[in-house]
């Protein structure tokens, strides 16, 4: 089983970036999946996720109007399009696969990448 994220990388306040999480070893499929990150000296947060079939996606009040999670499970392709980036959205992003419908947090998470880094600064 891999997840591999990528699309990481410093960039301005304001500015774009478009993750992506390619998966391998599993039925992506049949599997939420999720955006988490991690600050600097800070706990887990469950950023943005979205249903097996590509429905119903969900986001942190943070990053609602902001960011767009989407997947593409004929690649078996996870993205996150991250637009008007702010300073605080500084962070490691990881991709996390569950085979919960509603994973609840990030214990439900059966697979994990192993990260970008996103580092928002002028």
């Known amino acids: 089983v891999q997840l591999v994220e990528s699309g990481g990388g410093l960039v301005q306040p304001g500015g774009s970036l478009r993750l992506s999480c390619a998966a391998s070893?599993?039925?992506?499929?049949?599997?939420?999946m999720s955006w988490v990150r991690q600050a600097p000296g800070k706990g887990v947060e469950l950023v943005s996720g979205?249903?097996?079939?590509?429905?119903?996606?969900a986001y942190l009040n943070s990053v609602k109007g902001r960011f767009t999670i989407s997947r593409d499970n004929a690649k078996n392709i996870l993205y996150l399009q991250m637009n008007s980036l702010k300073a605080e959205d500084t962070a490691v992003y990881f991709c996390?696969?569950?085979?919960?419908?509603?994973?609840?947090?990030?214990?439900?998470?059966?697979?994990w990448g192993q990260g970008t880094q996103v580092t928002i600064s002028s």
């Open positions: 979205i249903t097996a079939s590509g429905e119903t996606p």
């Open positions: 070893g599993f039925t992506f499929g049949n599997f939420f």
């Open positions: 996390a696969g569950s085979t919960d419908p509603e994973p609840e947090g990030d214990w439900a998470y059966d697979y």
